[in-house]
Nanobody, 124 residues
Framework: QVRLVESGGGSVEPGGSLRLSCAASGFSVEYYSIGWIRQAPGKDREFLASIGWKADSTVLADPVKDRFTISRDNANNMLYLQMDNLKPEDTAVYYC?????????????????WGQGTQVTVSS
């Protein structure tokens, strides 16, 4: 059974950090590019970051490019999103997704597998 399971979400004060993890099972992420997407209440899904097969290409959306870092550990089938200097507008459900292509995509429709999401809340 193919699964992506996010963890590491929670509540944090503005300026704080969280590290989201995404554990893949039922398939090898080695030949999948990975994306992180979030959705805040009442808003559309928002692409945040993607990383290619060999971690040789990463893309970060403008709102997060100086604060978030995407990484992967193919050997352990794990994906990560390090989030620093969090802001209240980062509050959302965060999803990891996998696409059977060498490079990531900003298009949600290009992703084959999705996790169930993890809540991130940033407030004082």
């Amino acid at each position: 059974q193919v699964r992506l399971v996010e963890s590491g979400g929670g509540s944090v004060e503005p300026g704080g950090s969280l590290r989201l993890s995404c554990a893949a099972s039922g398939f090898s992420v080695e030949y999948y590019s990975i994306g992180w997407i979030r959705q805040a209440p009442g808003k559309d899904r928002e692409f945040l970051a993607s990383i290619g097969w060999k971690a040789d290409s990463t893309v970060l959306a403008d709102p997060v490019k100086d604060r978030f870092t995407i990484s992967r550990d193919n050997a352990n089938n794990m994906l990560y999103l390090q989030m620093d200097n969090l802001k209240p507008e980062d509050t959302a459900v965060y999803y990891c997704a996998a696409a059977r292509r060498p490079y990531g995509s900003k298009n949600a429709g290009d992703y084959n597998y999705w996790g169930q999401g993890t809540q991130v809340t940033v407030s004082s």
